[in-house]
Structures are given as C-alpha cells and as structure tokens.
C-alpha cells in the first residue's frame, strides 16, 4: 500500500471561527482562505484529517450528535471547494476523565495512523493551540501554530513559559499551507 503525508487539522480557531462551544449549527463560520489553503495542500497529495477535542457533550452542553452534524456540515462546505476530509478524529471525553485520546495526549493520531498509510516523517498538525503543536511533538510530527482562533494569545502569554517550540507560527491557515508547500519534499 503507498503511503501518503497528512494534514492533521484541529478544528475550532483553526478551520472556523472559535466561538467557545459551539453549540448550534447557525454558528458554524468557515474561517476565511480555509478551503483555499485545504485545497492546496490536498492538490499537493496531502490527506486531510480533523483531530478535536469536543468535551460539550460530556459537559452536558449539547448532544453528541450534534458534533457529528456539524462536521458533516463542515464536509459538506468545504466539498464544495473540492476539498475532502478524510475522517474526523474527535475526542468526546471530559477532561478529568484522563483518556488517551484527548490531545495532546497521541490516542486520535494513532488511531488515524492505524488506519491509514499515513508517512509520518512528511505529515504535520496544524492548529490554535499549543496542545496541538504539543501532540505533534510527541508523535514526531511537525507542529504549525496558527494565530487565528486562540493562537495570537497563546503564542503572546504561553509559548515564552514552554520548553517547546512550534515549527513554524503562521498567521492563518493560508500562510501554513503556503509554508508547507515550501517545507515538505513530497
């Protein structure tokens, strides 16, 4: 089987716009270039995955299957740029349940990587959150921030107190995609 890199997306901040919870469909605001950026790293022979924690439903904010609604909505809008998702890795746990797979803990990569001929060593996270340029690191993946969504502040406040650093800080989704472009030799 030929193995290909991956993407893998965090979701709020980074494919929509970051609204707390996002507890209702009419909420739902695809950030601007997104499909854009998808579309090129997808032309580029990149697998698109979405790697999320979701805790609202374990929190008793809303339903289960509301998460998957609005990521079949999520498939749908970005479907029509001609930009597909592979799968959606989402953690539903509560985050004193202590799982496995609640980033940056690795459970939702190693299932995609179980799953898929994912090549590591070529794949990289992208997300908001210094969780995700986190979970990269210790999945020995390349990590990318991006300052939408909560990542202008965690990069500001957070980042200065880590012993990590992310491997590339973007503006948005469109500078990480043009980046990676440059960066990887597929």
Do not use: W
């Not at 929509?16 to 469909?25: A, C, D, K, M, S």
């Not at 809303?62 to 930009?83: M, T």
């Not at 959150?129 to 020995?140: F, T």
């Not at 969504?149 to 500078?175: H, M, S, T, W």
């Amino acid at each position: 089987m030929t193995k290909y890199p991956a993407i893998f997306l965090d979701r709020d901040g980074t494919i929509n716009e970051e609204v707390g919870y996002l507890n209702h469909l009419s909420r739902l605001r695809i950030l601007k270039g997104v499909p854009q950026a998808l579309k090129l790293l997808q032309s580029a022979g990149f697998k698109l995955f979405v790697v999320t924690n979701q805790s609202g439903p374990a929190r008793g904010y809303f339903p289960a299957e509301l998460v998957d609604r609005i990521h079949d909505e999520i498939q749908k809008r970005l479907q029509r740029s001609g930009v597909n998702v592979e799968e959606f890795f989402v953690c539903l746990h509560h985050p004193e349940e202590k799982c496995s797979c609640r980033k940056p803990n690795t459970g939702l990569l190693e299932k995609a990587f179980a799953k898929y001929p994912i090549l590591r060593e070529k794949s990289y996270v992208i997300g908001d959150r210094l969780i995700d340029v986190e979970l990269a690191l210790r999945a020995g993946l390349k990590g990318i921030l991006v300052l939408t969504g909560y990542g202008r502040g965690e990069a500001q406040y957070l980042l200065p107190k880590k012993d990590f650093r992310p491997y590339f800080i973007a503006q948005n989704l469109v500078e990480a995609a043009e980046f990676i472009l440059k960066d990887s030799q597929i």
